[in-house]
Nanobody, 114 residues
Framework: QVQLVESGGGLVQAGGSLRLSCAASGKIFSINAMRWYRQAPGKQRELVAT???????IYGDSVKGRFTISRDNGESTVYLQMNSLKPADTAVYFC????????WGQGTQVTVSS
């Protein structure tokens, strides 16, 4: 099993930045990829970014060029650096670990004011 704990959310003004963290524990060696999703009120969950075991990163079109997914050298923590934030980025952000079956963190709220 994999346990995920997100942190780093908060309230920022448009144009600001936040760095989200996802601390993974358990069988982290079994993780094929880690992803950040987000879900805004009344909207479907959206895939924001992916980082594979090989370190390949993939971004959703809505955040490309503004967000960066990364991991520490021990691969125990994954980050989402969010720059040039927009009100449309307001959502609960969830960390996801793919081990065949997907595991989810509890989510962290990001609110961007205009």
């Amino acid at each position: 099993q994999v346990q995920l704990v997100e942190s780093g959310g908060g309230l920022v003004q448009a144009g600001g930045s936040l760095r989200l963290s996802c601390a993974a524990s358990g069988k982290i060696f079994s993780i094929n990829a880690m992803r950040w999703y987000r879900q805004a009120p009344g909207k479907q969950r959206e895939l924001v970014a992916t980082i594979t075991r090989a370190g390949i990163t993939i971004y959703g079109d809505s955040v490309k060029g503004r967000f960066t997914i990364s991991r520490d050298n021990g691969e125990s923590t994954v980050y989402l650096q969010m720059n040039s934030l927009k009100p449309a980025d307001t959502a609960v952000y969830f960390c996801n670990a793919d081990v065949g079956i997907q595991y989810w963190g509890q989510g962290t709220q990001v609110t961007v004011s205009s």
